[in-house]
């Protein structure tokens, strides 16, 4: 049964239950259909001005990401509510890198998958690193000889099944973290020195703490594909703006899924929601861009989520650049603010 306190925004520990976790749903479309206004309150759902909606609704460009910056970033302020839509969670899905090889070793010296997950039919160091784990554990007695077949499969699904893990035989990141074979995921994260007070992008917008620009920005990963797009990197934990002459406009870190859940390739963003909230109505999820459906819900790129109840933020600023999702990527609210005015409907987004 999927425990429905366990959403995106859940503890450290959800993942040891028997699901595999939540992307972002969304249920959009006009009054009457999941729709809510919004208040006063925390930064996810501050009343905007006039001005600022009719920025917010002009299109993209630095206008719009300089009016969402100004809403993320200020006080309340006596004007008129927007109506939004309600984001829904539901069970996402483990995809894998087609690459089984080993990864950086841990630095204890352990062997990893070396990716995001393992599956009937991979082959490699990976999965020998895997079969020797899953030896160690009592559940594989066969060869260890780097292909995951049906030995293998059934080992994995014993050994989820033990652990109260998700059982589908696919070995991703929670499998792995239990079995202590994920690689150290701090290595591959690609982080900038905290820019000056007061810094801003090529688009003039200002910089939040953990983003970067231009040159000072780090470069683009291997086959982020071309023109005007946004880019994100699954092992970096890192997000790129690229305009159509190929500048790096801004890039910063976020949070990502602790699934693996992002499918690597090249998407398109097709729906957006000033404010949303997660489907039990808990939390704010500010400036929603999704970009990709699922068959088990929708993923896109948020703000930092907020309790309806308290107002309070559910990750800080320092926690950027750790997996703490079900499937979307959260964003410092400043970073959300430029991708707002960055990513209209219809743009591009390449997950590596």
């Known amino acids: 049964m999927l425990d429905r306190n366990a959403y995106e925004l859940g503890a450290a520990d959800r993942q040891r239950r028997t699901f595999l976790g939540f992307a972002c749903v969304g249920v959009f479309g006009l009054a009457g259909v999941g729709a809510f206004v919004t208040s006063g309150g925390a930064d996810s759902d501050r009343i905007v001005t006039s001005d600022q909606l009719a920025a917010l609704e002009s299109g993209t460009g630095p206008a719009a990401?300089?009016?969402?910056?100004e809403i993320a970033t200020a006080g309340d302020t006596a004007a008129e509510p927007f109506v939004e839509f309600v984001d829904v969670e539901l069970a996402g899905i483990d995809e894998p890198d087609p690459d089984g090889a080993a990864g950086p070793d841990r630095a204890d010296g352990g062997c990893t998958i070396g990716a995001l997950s393992l599956?009937?039919?991979?082959?490699?160091?990976?999965?020998?690193?895997?079969?020797?784990?899953?030896?160690?554990?009592g559940h594989f007695s066969g060869q260890v000889d780097g292909q995951f077949g049906d030995s293998t499969l059934a080992a994995a699904r014993a050994y989820q099944a033990a652990e109260d893990l998700f059982v589908d035989g696919v070995v991703g990141r929670e499998t792995a973290l239990s079995l202590d074979i994920w690689p150290d995921e701090e290595s591959l994260v690609v982080r900038t020195p905290r820019p000056p007070e007061g810094a801003v992008d090529l688009w003039g917008v200002e910089l939040s703490p953990v983003a970067s620009a231009g040159d000072d920005a780090p470069p683009l990963p291997d086959n982020s594909g071309s023109g005007y797009r946004v880019v994100y990197d699954r092992a970096g934990q890192r997000v790129w703006a690229v305009d159509g002459k190929e500048r790096i406009i801004r890039s910063w870190l976020v949070s990502g899924s602790t699934y693996s859940n992002e499918l690597p390739g090249t998407h398109t963003v097709y729906s957006r929601s000033e404010v949303s909230t997660a489907w039990n109505g808990?939390?704010?999820?500010?400036?929603?861009?999704?970009?990709l459906k699922t068959e088990r819900g929708n993923i896109g790129f948020h703000g930092i989520p907020t309790s309806v109840a308290t107002g309070e933020s559910y990750q800080t600023t320092d926690e950027l650049g750790t997996r703490l999702s079900g499937g979307c990527q959260r964003q410092h609210n400043t970073d959300a603010a430029?991708?707002?005015g960055f990513a209209d409907v219809g743009t591009k987004v390449v997950v590596t």
């Open 282 to 291: 808990k939390a704010y999820l500010p400036l929603m861009i999704r970009y």
């Open 119 to 137: 599956r009937f039919g991979a082959s490699g160091d990976g999965v020998r690193c895997l079969q020797t784990a899953l030896a160690d554990a």
């Open 65 to 69: 990401a300089q009016a969402a910056a």
């Open 338 to 340: 430029f991708l707002w």
